[in-house]
């Protein structure tokens, strides 16, 4: 259930208010003609894979990211959670990411070797730099966009009829999304962004992280938009 955004940071559900703050660019995102490909089946095998082996390079500056997080943090368990984030990412997910690759011909070596797109740069390097020059709470609002749009996204694509047909090449990833297992990770997060929120923030903050948030959210509808004129890298 999505809670009203009030005064009282406390009762705040931040990422519904920055959410809805930024409805147009959130759809723009999340209904994105890449989004709306992978729900039919529709969405050229170029343009998967290419998306793969840019994320494979994303998820090392999202690793990155964490470890920002770590230093950034002023006491033990946010240290913590950081580190088990950095961990999770790269001794859990990073592996799974390589052996789903594996499945469409991509191996780590060739992934690594790619030359990051423009949008790959722009996207990390904003979420770093927002991170370097703000607060803890500001590099989670940054993460955001990704961290709560792939759930909303594997949730939403998962009830669509077309998701699970034996013909869709993209269901396993739809899965992944959709699992209970992310699902969990990701209402984490949400109350991480709460509780700072409550620790850190206040109503005059919510400009700064609404732009900051905008700006996430577009960044992750251009990385849609690089995987739709992409070359096969096979």
Same mark, same amino acid.
């Given at each position: 259930?999505?809670?009203?955004?009030?005064?009282?940071? =406390?009762?705040?559900?931040?990422?519904?208010?920055?959410?809805d703050?930024?409805?147009?660019?959130?759809? !723009?995102? /999340?209904?994105? @003609?890449?989004?709306?490909?992978l729900?039919? %089946? /529709?969405? &050229?095998e170029?343009?998967?894979r290419?998306?793969?082996?840019?994320?494979?390079?994303f998820?090392?500056?999202?690793?990155?990211?964490?470890?920002? @997080?770590? $230093?950034?943090?002023?006491?033990?368990?946010d240290?913590?959670? +950081?580190? +088990? =984030?950095?961990?999770?990412?790269?001794d859990?997910?990073? !592996?799974?990411? #390589?052996?789903?690759?594996?499945?469409? =011909?991509?191996?780590?070596?060739?992934?690594?070797?790619? &030359?990051?797109?423009?949008?790959?740069m722009a $996207?990390?390097r $904003? #979420?770093?730099e927002?991170?370097?020059?703000?607060?803890?709470?500001?590099?989670?609002?940054?993460?955001?966009?990704c #961290?709560?749009?792939?759930?909303?996204?594997g949730?939403?694509?998962a009830e669509?009829? /077309?998701?699970?047909?034996?013909?869709? &090449?993209? /269901?396993?990833?739809?899965?992944?999304? !959709?699992?209970?297992?992310?699902?969990? #990770?990701a209402?984490?997060e949400? +109350?991480?962004?709460n509780?700072? *929120?409550a620790?850190?923030? %206040?109503?005059?903050?919510?400009?700064?992280?609404?732009e900051?948030?905008r700006?996430?959210?577009?960044?992750?509808?251009?990385?849609w938009?690089?995987? *739709?004129?992409?070359?096969?890298?096979?």
């Amino acid at each position: 259930m999505v809670m009203e955004a009030e005064s009282n940071t =406390g009762t705040l559900d931040l990422f519904s208010h920055l959410r809805d703050a930024c409805a147009d660019e959130w759809r !723009a995102y /999340t209904d994105h @003609a890449f989004v709306r490909g992978l729900a039919d %089946g /529709t969405l &050229p095998e170029a343009c998967f894979r290419h998306y793969l082996g840019q994320d494979y390079l994303f998820l090392i500056h999202f690793a990155r990211a964490y470890a920002l @997080a770590a $230093y950034k943090a002023d006491n033990l368990s946010d240290i913590r959670q +950081a580190a +088990a =984030g950095l961990s999770a990412i790269i001794d859990v997910e990073m !592996a799974l990411h #390589v052996e789903f690759c594996a499945g469409w =011909g991509l191996d780590e070596d060739e992934m690594a070797a790619l &030359p990051e797109a423009e949008e790959t740069m722009a $996207y990390t390097r $904003y #979420v770093l730099e927002k991170g370097v020059q703000g607060d803890l709470l500001d590099l989670h609002v940054a993460l955001a966009p990704c #961290v709560l749009g792939y759930a909303e996204i594997g949730r939403a694509l998962a009830e669509c009829p /077309t998701a699970h047909v034996e013909a869709n &090449p993209y /269901t396993p990833w739809i899965d992944m999304y !959709a699992s209970d297992e992310y699902q969990a #990770v990701a209402a984490g997060e949400q +109350a991480t962004m709460n509780r700072l *929120m409550a620790e850190r923030g %206040g109503p005059g903050r919510l400009p700064s992280l609404t732009e900051t948030f905008r700006q996430a959210t577009r960044l992750e509808a251009a990385f849609w938009e690089m995987a *739709m004129h992409a070359v096969d890298i096979s």
